[in-house]
């Protein structure tokens, strides 16, 4: 359809002006500067990515991503961290309809997927160093260990972060404040969800099939 | 209802006020699980399969990838191309232009230099110091 057709359709009164409105309400603000900031988050991974995918073949000699990694454990990671983001929706779903007791059903679903997967990265990475594999190895290797290892370290955060936030709403109820901050939270939560989607094809299965 | 004046915060689904036939959230996020776990299938399947030619399935990963992205953004994030959406799209749109910009810029710059300093055998090393 045209734009400008379209435009006209829409009735002039139902569409005001930024300063009809007066300011926005502090939850879009919050929110707004969260996502400028996830956005930044994004842009230092993008980095991480453009310097993996330029040193992925600076094996130096030591093994390679094909002779590493084992898609099994990579597969129930994002099946972990895919789930633990679903129910974090649930969750702010719960929120909003304010129920304590799905909201820590939630939290607490979330936090063991979330648990789980940080639990088998670790090992992964543990059973790499064992066998020689550790980042100062190789350029590949430091590549890998810091573009993964900055995204475990976020899901760490997500995980203390969730914590501290059951803990606000135990304490504080529903408030205003503590519902920014869980709304905060879902949007950092479902980020890092977006950034391990990047990381399990340009890492993993690229890796592997290549 | 001011809260409909305004943009909505990112993350918020559209109000039911505004939008009545809007599904149901549970409804959003379950449909948004079931073709993120279609995606990843496929993608773990393309990656390990032998039925496919090898060269397309890197690119192949690639697109579903990126359709995964596309889908979080919007069955969880709930990013839509209403009017009452614009500021996040515009600044999704930007953070898109920087990261692409990131990994080209550095992938191209990278291999082209790459390809300079590779000197063919024999021939005078007049280029080093």
């Given at each position: 359809?045209?734009?400008?057709?379209?435009?006209?359709?829409?009735?002039?009164?139902?569409?005001?002006?930024?300063?009809?409105?007066?300011?926005?309400?502090k939850r879009i603000v919050v929110a707004y500067g969260f996502w400028i900031f996830l956005l930044s988050d994004i842009i230092m991974f993008a980095a991480f990515f453009a310097s993996y995918a330029v040193l992925v073949r600076s094996t130096?000699?030591?093994p390679t991503g094909a002779q590493l990694f084992n898609q099994t454990t990579v597969a129930i990671e994002t099946v972990c961290l895919l789930v633990s983001s679903y129910t974090c929706g649930l969750m702010?779903?719960?929120?909003?309809?304010?129920?304590?007791?799905?909201?820590?059903?939630?939290?607490?679903?979330?936090?063991?997927?979330?648990?789980?997967?940080?639990?088998?990265?670790?090992?992964?990475?543990?059973s790499m160093i064992a066998i020689g594999a550790a980042p100062q190895r190789s350029a590949f290797l430091s590549a890998f260990f810091t573009l993964v290892g900055c995204h475990g370290?976020?899901?760490?955060?997500?995980?203390?972060?969730?914590?501290?936030m059951m803990v606000q709403v135990a304490v504080f109820?529903?408030?205003?404040?503590?519902?920014?901050?869980?709304?905060?939270?879902?949007?950092?939560?479902?980020?890092?969800?977006?950034?391990?989607?990047?990381?399990?094809t340009v890492v993993y299965l690229m890796g592997v099939s290549s | 209802m001011t809260d409909a004046r305004h943009e909505r915060a990112p993350g918020d689904r559209p109000s039911r006020e505004m939008h009545a036939s809007a599904p149901s959230e549970l409804l959003v996020y379950t449909i948004g699980l079931f073709v993120a776990v279609l995606l990843t299938a496929t993608s773990f399947w393309a990656a390990n399969t032998t039925l496919l030619w090898p060269g397309g399935v890197l690119l192949g990963l690639a697109v579903l990838a990126i359709a995964q992205m596309g889908i979080h953004l919007v069955f969880f994030l709930h990013i839509t191309s209403g009017p009452e959406s614009t500021n996040n799209v515009l600044a999704l749109a930007f953070g898109v232009l920087i990261v692409f910009v990131v990994i080209a810029g550095t992938m191209w710059i990278v291999a082209d230099m790459s390809t300079n300093m590779m000197m063919p055998s024999g021939a005078p090393m007049s280029m080093q110091h």
């Open positions: 359809m045209n734009i400008a057709v379209a435009i006209d359709q829409i009735p002039q009164d139902e569409l005001p002006s930024a300063s009809e409105a007066g300011p926005a309400p130096a000699g030591g702010s779903l719960a929120i909003n309809s304010r129920r304590y007791l799905r909201t820590y059903l939630g939290a607490l679903i979330t936090f063991a997927l979330g648990a789980a997967f940080l639990s088998l990265e670790i090992r992964e990475f543990s370290l976020h899901v760490a955060l997500g995980l203390i972060w969730l914590i501290v109820g529903f408030a205003a404040r503590v519902q920014h901050r869980l709304l905060c939270f879902s949007l950092f939560w479902h980020a890092l969800d977006i950034v391990w989607v990047g990381v399990f | -």
